[in-house]
C-alpha cells in the first residue's frame, strides 16, 4: 500500500514567496496532521484535521500560515509570505477512523524547506 | 499529558539488545505510552505501544513497570539499521493522535 505522500520533497525559495506543500494521506484513513520539525523546537503539531475538519490548529505559528483539506485525499500547508524562519521540514501524517491505537499515525517523507 | 523524560543519546553493540529508558512518572491512568522512531531524513515510525502490561510486535518489546512510572523500549538484536532517534511519547486514550513530541534518545548502532 501507498503511505502517506508529500510534495515537494526539497523547496528552496526567497523570503515574501508562497509556498505550497501537498499531502495525500493514506487511504481510508480519516485523520491527517501536519507537523513541522526544526532543531530548535523538535517536531511540533500544526493543525489537524478529522473527516476533512479542522479541529486544532493552536499550533499554526500565525495568520501567514493556512491549512485545507478540501477532500479525503488531499491536503495543503500554505504559507505566504514565506520567513527565513518558516525553514523546516514539514511533515504530514493520517492515521485510521475507529482505530484502538489513537497514537498510531502514519507519517510521509516531509518536505524540506528552505527559505533564504 | 505526561512529560517523558529520556537519555539524550546511547550505543549499542551491533547484535546485542537495546533496551532505551523513558521515564513518565506522571503519567495518568488512561495514557498510553507510545514509542516512535526517526530515522535520519525521514518520518517518524511507530514502534509500539501499551497501557499496563508488557507488549511484543516484530519490532520491540515495551516493557512498563508495575507503577508505570516508567518504561523499557527493547530491541532484541539491534543492527545498524536501527541507528535512529526513538522517541516515549504519553497519549491519553481519548486523545485523537495529537502527539507531543520529546528530544528522544538517539540510539548508535556501532559494528
Known amino acids: 500500500d501507498a503511505g502517506v505522500i508529500q510534495s515537494p520533497r526539497h523547496e528552496v525559495t526567497e523570503m515574501g514567496q508562497e509556498v505550497t506543500l501537498r499531502c495525500k494521506p493514506i487511504?481510508?484513513?480519516?485523520?491527517l496532521f501536519w507537523y513541522r520539525q526544526t532543531m530548535m523546537r523538535g517536531l511540533e503539531l500544526l493543525i489537524y484535521f478529522n473527516n476533512n475538519v479542522p479541529i486544532d490548529d493552536s499550533g499554526m505559528p500565525e495568520d501567514r500560515f493556512s491549512a485545507k483539506m478540501p477532500n479525503a485525499s488531499f491536503s495543503t500547508l500554505k504559507i505566504q509570505p514565506s520567513e527565513p524562519r518558516d525553514s523546516a521540514v514539514y511533515f504530514c501524517a493520517s492515521s485510521r477512523p475507529g482505530t484502538t491505537s489513537p497514537g498510531e499515525l502514519f507519517f510521509g517523507e516531509g518536505s524540506r524547506l528552505t527559505v533564504l | 499529558d505526561a512529560k517523558t523524560t529520556q537519555p539524550p543519546s546511547m550505543d549499542c553493540a551491533e547484535g546485542r539488545a537495546a533496551n532505551l529508558p523513558c521515564n513518565h512518572s506522571?503519567?495518568?491512568?488512561?495514557?498510553?505510552v507510545y514509542w516512535y522512531r526517526q530515522i535520519h531524513s525521514q518520518g517518524p515510525q511507530y514502534i509500539i505501544h501499551g497501557l499496563k502490561n508488557n507488549e511484543t510486535n516484530e519490532m520491540a518489546s515495551l516493557i512498563i513497570t508495575e507503577d508505570r512510572k516508567s518504561s523499557t523500549l527493547i530491541l532484541p538484536h539491534a543492527t545498524l539499521r536501527d541507528t535512529a532517534v526513538y522517541y516515549c511519547i504519553g497519549v491519553p486514550s481519548g486523545n485523537t493522535g495529537k502527539l507531543i513530541f520529546g528530544q528522544g534518545t538517539t540510539l548508535q548502532v556501532k559494528p
Open positions: 506522571t503519567i495518568s491512568g488512561n495514557e498510553y
Open positions: 487511504s481510508g484513513h480519516n485523520s
